[in-house]
Nanobody, 125 residues
Framework: VQLQASGGGLVQAGDSLTLSCTAS????????TGWFRQAPGKEREFVSG????????YYAASVKGRFTVSRDNAKNTVYLQMSSLKPEDTAVYYC???????????????????WGQGTLVTVSS
């Protein structure tokens, strides 16, 4: 599976932005998609995840209520809608695929088999 993340950019605090993660390759497989982010000088952290069916989602406490994850399997794409952005949301955002689990979200990065290249989100104050 190849993942392509896009949609990052420079926004102001309070703005909204939507990231996309498009998969190609073994798209017939059922997999969980996770979003992670890494800010300068910090470790990569889990942001959100969505099961293959889209029934279950999970959010880190820092983004819950502000971010919404969704997927359109017909387009092989997962979206991360981000609103009320804060300067502390500034990071490179990565999407990743957990090929071992289709309906159970794991929050640790080692569980994910394939990663997108990352897209930079910068939130100015």
């Amino acid at each position: 599976v190849q993942l392509q993340a896009s949609g990052g950019g420079l926004v102001q605090a309070g703005d909204s932005l939507t990231l996309s993660c498009t998969a190609s390759g073994r798209t017939g497989s059922r997999f969980v998609t996770g979003w992670f982010r890494q800010a300068p000088g910090k470790e990569r952290e889990f942001v959100s995840g969505i099961t293959w069916s889209g029934i279950s989602t999970y959010y880190a406490a820092s983004v819950k209520g502000r971010f919404t994850v969704s997927r359109d399997n017909a387009k092989n794409t997962v979206y991360l809608q981000m609103s009320s952005l804060k300067p502390e949301d500034t990071a490179v955002y990565y999407c990743a695929a957990d090929m071992s689990r289709g309906e159970y979200i794991v929050r640790t990065s080692v569980a994910y088999d394939y990663w997108g290249q990352g897209t930079l989100v910068t939130v100015s104050s």
